[in-house]
């Protein structure tokens, strides 16, 4: 059985509190400007990869899952 993967979930709003859909977000190594690049996967096991920037969805929520835990910002 393999291992579960690292789920990451962030909602995205706007001054107001509401959120905003399709919004992309850029994801970095943590306190850097540099783009995380490693492997992003759209569900718990099997999935296809994603990339960066993400793209928020209808309820202005961006995610992913990764193999390891990651630190991002």
Avoid: C
Wanted: hydrophobic share 40%.
């Amino acid at each position: 059985m393999a291992a579960s993967r690292r789920h990451w979930k962030f909602i995205v709003r706007d001054a107001y509190g509401y959120v905003i859909q399709n919004a992309k977000v850029n994801v970095y190594l943590p306190g850097t400007t540099t783009v995380f690049s490693g492997t992003a996967y759209n569900a718990d096991s099997g999935g296809g990869t994603v990339t960066n920037p993400f793209t928020t969805n209808a309820q202005g929520e961006v995610e992913a899952w990764f193999d390891t835990a990651q630190v991002v910002d």
